[in-house]
């Protein structure tokens, strides 16, 4: 398994970026895939899933500026992430079910995203 996570960087406060997660090593048309994110000094937080109909959930802190989506055709997951605010500094990983596999062994190494002007 193996899923490698790109799109991070610096934005200001109000921006947007999208995330994207290439995934190999597994039938992912037929896997949920979610995100999540640690921000400095506090705990793992579940932002996101897509299950293999499509449809998809969203953490309260996340909803209606955040859209997860998928490419089955491309092995690809994203998170558009929009009305981006400090508090969502953060690495943000993707990792194999909703809720993610317990077993990091099924998550990305992460993307950093900062959000400071």
């Known amino acids: 398994v193996q899923l490698v996570e790109s799109g991070g960087g610096l934005v200001q406060p109000g921006g947007s970026l999208r995330l994207s997660c290439a995934a190999s090593?597994?039938?992912?048309?037929?896997?949920?895939m979610s995100w999540a994110r640690q921000a400095p000094g506090k705990g793992l937080e579940w932002v996101s899933g897509?299950?293999?109909?499509?449809?998809?959930y969203y953490a309260d802190s996340v909803k209606g500026r955040f859209t997860i989506s998928r490419d089955n055709a491309k092995n690809t997951v994203y998170l558009q992430m929009n009305s981006l605010k400090p508090e969502d500094t953060a690495v943000y990983y993707c990792?194999?079910?909703?809720?993610?596999?317990?077993?990091?062994?099924?998550w990305g190494q992460g993307t950093q995203v900062t959000v400071s002007s």
């Open positions: 090593g597994f039938t992912f048309s037929s896997s949920a």
């Open positions: 897509i299950y293999s109909d499509g449809s998809t």
């Open positions: 990792a194999i079910g909703v809720p993610p596999e317990r077993d990091h062994d099924y």
